[in-house]
Structure formats: structure tokens, C-alpha cells
């Protein structure tokens, strides 16, 4: 998978991958959703360097997860459900806000988990979107709508400027490389309820164990 988020972005492949997600008992398979978020840098990545620091982030994140699943502990990572019971069971979240444990899969998960939501918001406005809507303020209203909630002042100023730089819709579709803009309507009808099927799942878990607000 090394250097996969310089290949050519395809729509189908993030599709492919959330769809590999879910478990037949509705678990999410960390592998899969990894998949998921490479695919969608690659996307990131073919915009422009201006989304760089955006980028940068997942990309680290990502990478703290694939070293979670790659270490001797590997198989405790296989889904986020098992994640969360080991890590909680060997104490290894930063529960009551100490600070012991910065890079858990837990909290690391949880903010691609809150810009995933932003995802479900931004795909779903896209879907439904003119041929002249803007791409800049659908991912602007979906934005302020989920992750700003979570980011600083500092962050939602850079995210806010990135934001003008997004193409218009006709190249946006163009990049998702799935054919014409029906084919990328049609895609987006199957991509949407699958995100937020994986996002309602994770949030519900990390409700009920009170892991929504990990520093
Ligand atoms: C296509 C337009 C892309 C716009 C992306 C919108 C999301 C804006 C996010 C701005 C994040 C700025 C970078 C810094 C973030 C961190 O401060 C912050 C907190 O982390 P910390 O607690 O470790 O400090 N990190 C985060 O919230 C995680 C952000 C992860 C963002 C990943 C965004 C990937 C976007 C993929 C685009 C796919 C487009 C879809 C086309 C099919």
C-alpha cells in the first residue's frame, strides 16, 4: 500500500473499500476503513498542494493506525469494536484526560471518525448538487456543520482559505474518475448511506463508552 496516495484517485475504490468495512455483525474492519481514508488522500493530493496540511494530518493519522496494525498487537486492531475493548482494557486511552496516552488508536481514530461525518455531509451535498452550485461553499456549510465544531480558531481560518481553492463541480466530478456526472451521482447514491452507516456504528460505540470528547 506504500506510496498509494500518489496514484490516480477513483470514486469506485472509496466506495470498494467502505463497503469492505462492515463485518456481516456490523463491525468496522480498521484495514478497510485505512483503505478508505488513502483513497480519499489521494484525492486530496491530486487538488493541489494547497490542501498539503490537510493532507499531512490524515496521512499521519493513518500512519498511527497502520503501526497499530502492523505491531505484535496487530490482531487486537482488526476492527474498531476490538480496538476500543483492548485499548480500554489495558488502559491505554487517555480516559480521564492525563495526557499518558496521546497517540491512542482510540482518540487517533476518532478524528478521522468527526471528519468522516464531514465527508457523509459534503458527499451528500454534492449529490443533490446544480450543475452551477459551488463546490467551495457546499464543503464550507458541511464543514462548519461537523469538524469546526472540533478544530481552533487557527485551523478553521486555514481550512476556510483552502476552501476557496477547491475546482468547480465539473472538474471535481471529472477527478473522481467514474465516468460522466450521472455515473457520479449514481456512485455517490451507493458511497453516502454506506459512510454514514460506518459513522452512526463508530459513534454509537464510542457513546457508549464515553469516548467522543478524547483530548
Ligand atoms: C475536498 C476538500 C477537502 C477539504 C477537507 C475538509 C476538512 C478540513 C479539515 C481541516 C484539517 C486541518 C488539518 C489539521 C487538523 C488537526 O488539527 C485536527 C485535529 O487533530 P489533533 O487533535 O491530532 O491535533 N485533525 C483532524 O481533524 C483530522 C482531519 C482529517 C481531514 C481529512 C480530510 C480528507 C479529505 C478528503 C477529501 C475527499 C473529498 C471527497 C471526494 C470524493
Known amino acids: ?60 493519522k493513518i500512519q498511527i493506525l497502520v503501526n497499530f496494525l502492523n505491531s505484535e498487537n496487530g490482531s487486537q486492531y482488526a476492527t474498531v469494536q476490538s480496538m476500543v475493548k483492548f485499548e480500554l482494557d489495558n488502559k491505554l486511552v487517555d480516559v480521564d484526560k492525563k495526557g499518558i496516552c496521546p497517540e491512542s488508536g482510540c482518540r487517533t481514530l476518532l478524528r478521522l471518525h468527526r471528519a468522516l461525518r464531514w465527508l457523509e455531509l459534503f458527499l451528500e451535498r454534492l449529490r443533490t448538487s446544480k450543475e452551477d452550485d459551488k463546490t467551495s461553499v457546499m464543503c464550507r456549510e ?34 473522481m474518475n467514474v465516468g460522466p456526472p450521472e455515473q457520479v451521482v449514481a456512485i455517490l447514491g451507493k458511497a453516502v448511506p454506506l459512510i454514514s452507516e460506518v459513522y452512526l456504528i463508530t459513534e454509537e460505540l464510542y457513546l457508549k463508552h464515553n469516548l467522543l470528547d478524547l483530548p
Open 1 to 60: 500500500m506504500a506510496g498509494s496516495e500518489n496514484q490516480k484517485f477513483c470514486l469506485q475504490e472509496v466506495l470498494d473499500s467502505f463497503q469492505l468495512c462492515l463485518s456481516p455483525n456490523k463491525e468496522v474492519y480498521l484495514e478497510h476503513y485505512i483503505a478508505g481514508w488513502r483513497g480519499l488522500v489521494k484525492f486530496l493530493n491530486s487538488l493541489g498542494s494547497v490542501f498539503g496540511f490537510i493532507s499531512k494530518d490524515a496521512v499521519s
Open 142 to 175: 458541511a464543514y462548519n456543520e461537523s469538524l469546526a465544531q472540533h478544530h481552533p480558531w487557527v485551523v478553521r481560518k486555514a481550512a476556510g482559505m483552502a476552501f476557496f481553492a477547491l475546482p468547480g463541480r465539473p472538474t471535481f466530478f471529472e477527478v
